[in-house]
């Protein structure tokens, strides 16, 4: 009888146990999101964009003088070969994906999309085929603004990426390699991720499956809500190797208004290179943690010189906006009126002070100059406490930088090599004392506190940044 109760009471036992592992199947499949409905609702107003190049021919070389081949013969098609076909220039095709936001035919898609285009296609859902005529483009944010001519087209909604949370599941639909409206999904993974060259977009950073044809297409949250356009991907194959970025929709917006209105993007300028603050840096400047945006050079005649902001400054707070990292700057600027004037709250010297800046204007075009090339000379010092060979600059280099320093000659293996200094590079200052030559700085080493590390300020080619750097102890 004890038998049969322990085996009824096992089997019981049994079946609750497989009870609760359909129930938990059944949770877990609950919680896994069901596209289909917001891809029916959005579909159609996702396009595909193909656009077509002239390349103008290259000049050929020219048959001998004197030699004529006559039309139709043998030796025809070998000298088309060799020496071409003059006057027909060749054709370019790229593709791409967008999305429409008015009724009235307003498309929005990348700038590297439509790039110096002849000819631009929109290709909608439901299969034709329409001309559309560039607005306006902007290479620092990649949008661009196109419009087709027609009425009562699907336009998307659009929601807000500022309220997008890491670890949300969105969507994807463009056309990758050609195939319309393939759908992808995945997670926002980061949020203001900032990218080589591309300043002014704090990028979403997702797992969705992003290849080339889906640039300029749109990122849905789960509500059919467009918070991003896809823009880029990184890989080392030219495929998705499970990181994607979307321009947030709250920028794209913003360009996309300024586009229409005017054909054109106009930011903010402040006037200022700015670097993150390291564990090192912080700990340099007697800050308890690293944040906000270091001022490594300040650009005479800026808004930033105007208002006093001065090289060593940290930007902890830009018009009531934290400056967590130095990326989260530049956009802030970029969107700033210009003219308008904003209060800046910085850091100098463990004292908080807010100034008081009018921006100015973003110039069309930014030049960024390479650092100068080595030139070894005879007359160098070598700093055994920071690794390197230093010299006092010549005539020729002091009118070049326009700044008094101390060129670095060779970095040997030590501090300075750890810390990012290269041959070329002017030491401006150590610490908060500047070194115009070599006989300062060797004076200043002697005065440095060896249980911390020391911020350098060091220009390279036409900017500067700030690299913390610990002496070691000499002999």
Request: glycine share 10%.
């Amino acid at each position: 009888m004890k038998i049969i109760r322990r085996l009824r009471l096992c089997d019981l036992m049994t079946g609750l146990l497989w009870s609760l592992w359909f129930l938990s199947g059944d949770v877990v499949a609950a919680r896994l999101p069901d596209f289909t409905e917001l891809v029916q609702n959005t579909s159609a107003a996702v396009v595909n964009i193909s656009t077509t190049k002239k390349i103008e021919p290259q000049e050929m070389p020219q048959l001998p003088e004197g030699m004529d081949i006559p039309e139709g013969s043998p030796l025809e098609e070998l000298f088309k070969h060799f020496f071409g076909q003059r006057g027909l220039p060749q054709e370019t095709r790229s593709l791409g994906s967008g999305f429409i936001v008015s009724g009235d035919g307003y498309i929005v898609t990348n700038h590297h999309v439509v790039q110096n285009a002849d000819e631009i296609i929109v290709r909608l859902q439901d299969r034709r085929e329409l001309t559309a005529k560039l607005i306006g483009s902007d290479k620092r944010s990649d949008l661009a603004l196109l419009k087709v001519e027609a009425k009562d087209l699907p336009v998307v909604r659009t929601g807000s990426s500022k309220v997008l949370e890491v670890g949300e599941w969105v969507v994807a639909i463009g056309s990758p390699f050609g195939f319309d409206h393939s759908v992808t999904a995945g997670i926002v993974s980061a949020k203001g991720r900032s990218l080589p060259g591309d300043n002014y977009v704090p990028f979403i950073q997702t797992d969705v499956a992003i290849n080339p044809g889906n640039s300029g297409g749109p990122l849905f949250n789960m509500e059919g809500e467009v918070v991003g356009v896809n823009s880029q991907i990184y890989s080392r194959t030219g495929g998705f190797m499970g990181l994607s970025f979307a321009i947030p929709i709250d920028v794209a917006l913003e360009v996309v208004e300024q586009l229409k209105a005017q054909g054109k993007v106009i930011r903010g300028w402040l006037g200022v290179q700015i670097q993150d603050v390291t564990r090192e840096l912080a700990e340099s400047f007697g800050m308890k943690r690293p944040h906000g945006a270091l001022i490594a050079q300040v650009l005479a005649g800026s808004p930033a010189a105007n208002a006093g902001l001065q090289v060593g400054d940290v930007i902890v707070e830009y018009d009531g906006h934290p400056i967590k990292t130095s990326s989260m700057l530049p956009p802030l600027v970029g969107v700033t009126a210009v003219g308008e004037t904003v209060p800046v709250k910085v850091l100098r010297e463990g004292s908080l002070r807010t100034l008081r800046v009018k921006i100015g204007q973003l110039s069309e075009d930014e030049a960024a100059a390479a650092p100068p090339a080595d030139q070894l000379e005879p007359d160098t010092v070598k700093v055994e406490s920071l690794g390197l060979v230093v010299a006092d600059p010549s005539e020729e280099e002091r009118q070049r930088s326009g700044d008094k320093g101390v060129v670095v000659r060779r970095v040997l293996p030590g501090p300075a090599r750890q810390a990012g200094i290269r041959a070329g590079d002017l030491l401006l200052r150590v610490g908060k004392t500047p070194t115009p030559d070599v006989e300062t700085l060797l004076r200043q080493l002697k005065r440095l506190p060896g249980d911390k590390p020391v911020a350098v300020l060091v220009k390279r080619g036409d900017g500067s940044l700030f690299l913390a750097i610990k002496p070691e102890e000499t002999q």
